[in-house]
């Protein structure tokens, strides 16, 4: 089992920047890719990004893609989603996901799931 707990949400104007985390306990953290998603009221839960185990790489979907960075520290258990010039589109409950199929978008490729922070961009 691993268990994950995100923070770091919050209420932020349009063209600010949060970080969310995501701390892991349980199992060996370094054996897992880990990915972040999202879910806005009445919409499905979709990918934000993920990393592989070691950090090497990277993925993201367009809508993220130059604004959103993620990255992990290893020794610390612990993965970060730096989310820079948000707008309300990027409102949402932010999930992380550990999984030790790969890094990807697809939700079942993940196995392992935090309880959400919430995001809300507004003025």
């Known amino acids: 089992q691993v268990q994950l707990v995100e923070s770091g949400g919050g209420l932020v104007q349009p063209g600010g920047s949060l970080r969310l985390s995501c701390a892991a306990s349980g199992r060996t953290f370094s054996n897992y890719a880990m990915g972040w998603f999202r879910q806005a009221p009445g919409k499905e839960r979709e990918f934000v990004a993920a990393?592989?185990?070691?950090?090497?790489?990277?993925y993201y979907a367009d809508s993220v893609k130059g604004r959103f960075i993620i990255s992990r520290d290893n020794a610390k258990n612990t993965v970060y989603l730096q989310m820079n010039s948000l707008n309300p589109e990027d409102t949402a409950v932010y999930y992380c996901?550990?999984?030790?199929?790969?890094?990807?978008?697809?939700?079942?490729?993940?196995?392992?799931w935090g309880q959400g922070t919430q995001v809300t961009v507004s003025s």
């Open positions: 990393i592989s185990w070691s950090g090497g790489s990277t």
């Open positions: 996901a550990a999984g030790q199929r790969g890094p990807g978008p697809r939700i079942d490729g993940y196995d392992y």
